[in-house]
């Protein structure tokens, strides 16, 4: 019987010392902290408090300089004997302005916002919730700091200082979005990310070229979706949240799950959503031009104007939309982390609106003009390594594969020739990046990039009443793109007041 019980107190005595785990909590409502940074550059080590409030600072042990931080709150720096004597339970006290802000969309590296010479804003998790917003765009415009686009439902072009489309870079999780057919005019492939499944998103404005190259002149738009969350106990960790949402404006009906599930090693978690939006109906107080009087439809094998029984619809507008994602994640030790994502989403065909209201001798210019399904499919391989010694402190690798599908179909008023006009995008890319801290006042961020683009594009003019299909004119060539690079960024802190930084990048296009 002793030797029993000495077994379970070397087991007990041995997970302590194996495992430490600090609880963090807001001072005045006592609610647990969830994503508060803890950081230490002797040893290097860094920790993120989970939806329990909780993180494990294994590897802080013997830190002098403990620094825990998190937008919202005034900053606290302790070492670890003085966790210690708190009993590792922390209270953080809440703050109205916090220059501490952490931010990655200018180096790729989790840095204080202080020490970046750009603007950067973020939206965070708790301002997704508070604006609720329909679609991605939606999100952007009501952050206030980027103008939108819309030329009807199932539209939305962010424009950044005067500049738009392929000049201004998308990223998912790190992976970019911008592909060889991104042109000058408004593109709507923002919608395509989910809202909903969106943890955090960091805007950089101005240049952000050294770093991503010069389809971000204009600035970066960074998108980080949910994160699987590994469990800091022997339990499993588990969570889930469900939204259902209805909005008279447009008929919108809304739906969405998302589920984690993790262990110590491996975690888990999905997300789906669905919307379904009705015709828009605009507000009663607006310009009489602005009434949709009436609209088109095809009746009899004629194209006819009908009168529209209600002016302040704007028929027809509707469209649907489903995104689906699932990450894997696994962490075999405090070094190590990989997480591989799929992310899927679709729409059903939705009208260009503006483009149906154009009148000809005072009858529509068109009977049809409609965007196909707009697909998007994003398969990504995400590993990161820390406190490797020589040539650098952090290496993240990238790896993902896309697939992009978008549409155009449009018929004059009481003509027979539908024109559809289709292009698949088979996109690839991989990144290799690196930081590297000296003495603490320098450090420096370098990588490689490699990204190549498939593209198919084809087009077709169908005579309606005979159903005869002939090849028409696609859009684009048919081509491959590809982008080669390499890029240095070397910064410097002076003090705690001047941060200089200096950049080089190196780019080699080929194009077929």
Same mark, same amino acid.
């Given at each position: 019987m002793k030797k029993i019980i000495l077994l379970w107190l070397f087991i007990g005595v041995w997970s302590v010392g194996y495992s430490q785990m600090v609880t963090i909590k807001d001072k005045e409502s006592q609610q647990l902290l969830e994503r508060i940074i803890l950081s230490s550059e002797n040893p290097k080590a860094s920790a993120l408090t989970n939806t329990q409030g909780q993180a494990d600072i294994s590897t802080f042990k013997g830190s002098e300089r403990i620094e825990i931080r998190m937008m919202g709150y005034i900053s606290k720096i302790m070492n670890y004997d003085e966790l210690a004597n708190e009993n590792f339970l922390i209270y953080l006290t809440p703050s109205l302005i916090s220059l501490?802000?952490?931010?990655? +969309?200018?180096?790729?590296? &989790? =840095? +204080? =916002?202080?020490?970046?010479?750009? *603007?950067?804003?973020? @939206?965070?998790?708790?301002?997704?919730?508070?604006?609720? $917003? =329909?679609?991605?765009? #939606?999100?952007?415009g009501a952050s206030g700091e980027v103008f939108i686009q819309k030329s009807q439902q199932g539209g939305g072009s962010p424009m950044i200082r005067g500049f738009a489309a392929n000049r201004l870079l998308i990223t998912v999780d790190g992976i970019r979005m911008n592909t060889a057919i991104f042109r000058s005019g408004n593109l709507q492939n923002v919608i395509s990310i989910d809202p909903l499944s969106t943890q955090r998103t960091e805007i950089l404005f101005g240049p952000g070229s050294?770093?991503?190259? +010069?389809? %971000? @002149?204009?600035?970066?738009?960074s998108f980080y979706t949910l994160t699987p969350q590994l469990s800091l106990t022997d339990m499993p960790f588990t969570k889930g949240n469900a939204l259902a949402r209805h909005s008279s404006a447009n008929n919108e009906f809304t739906s969405h799950v998302d589920l984690y599930i993790g262990w110590k090693k491996w975690a888990f978690v999905?997300?789906?959503?669905? /919307?379904?939006?009705? #015709?828009?109906?605009?507000?009663?107080?607006? $310009? #009489?031009?602005?009434?949709?009087?009436q609209y088109t439809q095809r009746i009899d094998s004629v194209d006819k104007i009908v009168t529209n029984d209600d002016p302040l619809m704007q028929r027809p507008t509707? !469209?649907?939309?489903? /995104?689906?994602?699932? *990450?894997?994640?696994?962490?075999?030790?405090? &070094?190590?982390?990989?997480? !591989?994502?799929?992310?899927y989403s679709t729409t059903t065909d939705y009208s260009r609106y503006d483009r149906l209201l154009r009148l000809r001798n005072n009858v529509p210019r068109?009977?049809?003009?409609? !965007?196909?399904? =707009?697909?998007?499919?994003? &398969?990504?391989?995400?590993?990161?390594?820390?406190? %490797?010694?020589?040539?650098? /402190?952090?290496?993240? %690798?990238?790896?993902?594969?896309?697939?992009?599908?978008?549409?155009?179909?449009?018929?004059?008023?009481?003509?027979n020739e539908r024109r559809s006009r289709i292009e698949k995008i088979y996109a690839y890319s991989a990144n290799l990046d690196f930081s590297k801290s000296i003495l603490s006042k320098h450090t420096i961020f370098y990588g490689l990039e490699a990204v190549y683009n498939d593209v /198919?594009?084809?087009?077709?003019?169908? #005579?309606?009443?005979?159903?005869? @299909?002939?090849?028409?004119?696609a859009r684009y060539p048919q081509s491959t793109w590809g982008s080669y690079a390499a890029y240095l960024t070397y910064q410097f802190k002076a003090m705690d007041e001047l941060v200089l930084q200096s950049g080089l990048r190196y780019n080699q296009f080929v194009l077929n």
């Open positions: 501490e802000q952490v931010v990655v +969309s200018a180096t790729k590296w &989790n =840095q +204080s =916002q202080r020490e970046i010479p750009a *603007k950067v804003a973020t @939206i965070t998790s708790k301002e997704i919730e508070m604006q609720n $917003p =329909q679609t991605t765009a #939606d999100l952007l050294v770093i991503y190259g +010069s389809d %971000a @002149i204009a600035g970066v738009m999905s997300s789906f959503s669905h /919307n379904k939006f009705g #015709d828009l109906r605009m507000g009663s107080d607006g $310009p #009489d031009e602005y009434l949709r009087l509707g !469209y649907s939309q489903a /995104n689906l994602m699932q *990450k894997i994640r696994f962490k075999p030790n405090t &070094n190590w982390d990989f997480t !591989y994502g799929i992310h068109s009977a049809e003009w409609y !965007y196909g399904p =707009q697909k998007w499919m994003m &398969n990504n391989l995400n590993l990161t390594h820390d406190a %490797a010694p020589y040539i650098y /402190n952090h290496l993240a %690798a990238r790896l993902a594969y896309q697939f992009f599908e978008e549409s155009r179909i449009d018929r004059d008023f009481n003509k /198919n594009s084809s087009g077709t003019d169908e #005579d309606i009443s005979t159903r005869v @299909i002939q090849r028409g004119p």
